[in-house]
């Protein structure tokens, strides 16, 4: 009897083993989890560059990654070496500022940061710059058995219903299949082809409104921002510009504001911290999004990109002085 119940026991174990790798293999988001995947591992090479190598750098989170070209913007300023060093979920802590530093040509050297308020945020969220940096750190063989564990530990997750099954999971397959066509360029710049049936931006354009707030700095906190954050991003902003470079911000609307009182607060925050960074020498700047095409209805494609870009550099040369200046060097010095 005790044999057979261990037999009993042993094709349990064996069939429960089977389905989950069944489950696994064919689970119905297989598709849009391996996009992600690989993505992140292609993100990661955005730090492996030279030191003091970019005349132009573009900073922000997934929208700046798609939306600004960067080396079609500093071609159109006369800039020479460009970086977009863009990525999903980005939280602006000390270590990214360190990072935005370090590739940009001193006294010289143009950040153009497409800013939002998740990056003003202390945590919370997938961290892309986070996931690159210990990409970087890690050897040939370490990042390869990374990618594997990577992949075993996405597809042992539960499944998420919507992104299986009904309207978000067409959305998602949309998604990985627009992640399959995905180019990063070899500055950074991220590029979707558009769909058969182009998907509309979701959000408006933003202002740059940096009237005065007094009392702002209270509401950082309430409002689900980080005071260190904001005070270390005003801090760079006002070392740049001691150091002669020129700091364009765009201010993008925010997507997921969770209530009415919340957006109070966060605009409150905005209107005192985009007065500040004006203050700091920042040249803010608010390009039309009129008529723009995306693949997700947050990120725009290429075509949409190279259009907003060619909006940004007329922008950056009539309000930011950023152009090909006198005593410019004409190759950058790298390492």
Not at 59 to 79: D, E, F, P
Not at 124 to 142: H, I, M, Q
Not at 259 to 280: C, H
């Amino acid at each position: 009897m005790d044999l057979q119940l261990c037999g009993y026991t042993a094709k349990a174990i064996l069939a429960v083993v089977l389905a989950s790798v069944l489950f696994i293999a064919m689970r119905p988001d297989a598709e849009l989890l391996e996009a992600r995947r690989t993505r992140r591992f292609k993100f990661a090479a955005k730090l492996e560059m030279a030191e003091d190598s970019a005349q132009l750098v573009v900073a922000g989170n997934s929208k700046a990654s798609y939306g600004v070209q960067a080396t079609r913007l500093a071609n159109a300023l006369g800039l020479a070496q460009a970086r977009n060093l863009a990525f999903d979920g980005l939280r602006a802590d000390e270590h990214y500022l360190k990072e935005l530093d370090r590739a940009l040509v001193p006294n010289t050297g143009v950040i153009v940061w497409v800013l939002d308020s998740n990056q003003l945020r202390a945590s919370g969220g997938y961290d892309g710059f986070g996931e690159a940096r210990r990409l970087r750190d890690r050897s040939g063989l370490s990042r390869w058995f990374s990618s594997i564990t990577a992949a075993a530990r996405d597809r042992s997750r539960p499944v998420r219903l919507d992104l299986a099954f009904g309207d978000r999971a067409q959305a998602a397959l949309d998604s990985a299949e627009a992640f399959s066509r995905e180019q990063i360029e070899d500055d950074g710049s991220a590029m979707v082809p558009p769909l058969q049936v182009p998907v509309p931006l979701r959000v408006d354009s933003s202002s740059s409104d940096a009237g005065g707030a007094p009392g702002w700095w209270p509401a950082v906190a309430e409002s689900g921002c980080s005071t260190e954050v904001i005070r270390s991003i005003l801090a760079q902003v006002a070392a740049w510009r001691s150091h002669g470079q020129t700091v364009a911000v765009w201010r993008i609307p925010d997507s997921d504001t969770d209530s009415l009182q919340q957006r109070e607060r966060l605009e409150l925050v905005w209107r005192g911290f985009l007065g500040e960074l004006r203050n700091a020498g920042a040249c803010l700047v608010a390009p039309s999004l009129d008529g723009l095409t995306t693949w997700d209805g947050l990120h725009l494609d290429a075509p949409s990109g190279a259009i907003l870009t060619d909006r940004l550099a007329v922008l950056l040369r009539e309000n930011c002085g950023a152009m090909d200046r006198p005593g410019r060097p004409d190759t950058p010095s790298g390492k």
